[in-house]
Antibody, heavy 120, light 107 residues
Framework: EVQLVQSGAEVKKPGESLKISCKGS????????IGWVRQMPGKGLEWMGIIYPDDSDTRYRPSFQGQVTISADKSISTAYLQWSGLKASDTAMYYCAFGGNGYKFFFEYWGQGTLVTVSS | EIVLTQSPGTLSLSPGERATLSCKAS???????LAWYQQKPGQAPRLLIY???SRATGIPDRFSGSGSGTDFTLTISRLEPEDFAVYYC????????FGGGTKVEIK
């Protein structure tokens, strides 16, 4: 069974750092681009960036470039999303997802989401 | 960045009715690389359609996608109670963007 299992909910203070994870199983993790998607409370889906785990080729949406870091460890089939200085506006649900072959960046499989709350 | 505009924002329909959702792109979507997702409260999105008109695994045939260039449509032929949700389009022909969503609610 194909699965993406994300790390648990986090509550952080502004300025703190955070790294959340997404572990893939049931498929060849290295051969599919994995994307990260943000959903702020009551809002729509926003693509943040995408990584190819085999060589860590990473693409960021311009508005997220420099704000987050996406990485992957293919030896443990896990992708990561990290912040070095959280803001209250980073409060959101974050999903990892993968799907299409090659450069078809649609998402058939989704993680369950990681809720990040940033509050003083 | 290609901007996707979905309309209407909310669609109020009854079970059994036909739903037609629109997704308009600010520029032509390369190779008709457009997908549709369904999201219910508290759940991750679910892929319905990719490559404009190909149904994802396990998606009922009451869901269909069409379009080309800048105009795309998701049609639900007869709404079932479980179809009331928010629907998003997404293009992946030039980088990647999502539309703002259409909520299909029970009338």
């Amino acid at each position: 069974e194909v699965q993406l299992v994300q790390s648990g909910a986090e509550v952080k203070k502004p300025g703190e750092s955070l790294k959340i994870s997404c572990k893939g199983s049931g498929y060849n993790f290295t051969n599919y681009w994995i994307g990260w998607v943000r959903q702020m409370p009551g809002k729509g889906l926003e693509w943040m960036g995408i990584i190819y785990p085999d060589d860590s080729d990473t693409r960021y949406r311009p508005s997220f470039q420099g704000q987050v870091t996406i990485s992957a460890d293919k030896s443990i089939s896990t992708a990561y999303l990290q912040w070095s200085g959280l803001k209250a506006s980073d409060t959101a649900m974050y999903y990892c997802a993968f799907g299409g072959n090659g450069y078809k960046f649609f998402f058939e499989y989704w993680g369950q989401g990681t809720l990040v709350t940033v509050s003083s | 960045e290609i901007v996707l505009t979905q309309s209407p924002g909310t669609l109020s329909l009854s079970p059994g009715e036909r739903a037609t959702l629109s997704c308009k792109a600010s520029q032509s979507v390369t190779s008709s690389y457009l997908a549709w997702y369904q999201q219910k409260p508290g759940q991750a999105p679910r892929l319905l359609i990719y490559d404009t008109s190909s149904r994802a695994t396990g998606i009922p045939d009451r869901f269909s996608g069409s379009g080309s260039g800048t105009d795309f449509t998701l049609t639900i032929s007869r709404l079932e109670p479980e179809d009331f949700a928010v629907y998003y389009c997404q293009q992946y022909g030039s980088s990647l963007t999502f539309g703002g969503g259409t909520k299909v609610e029970i009338k």
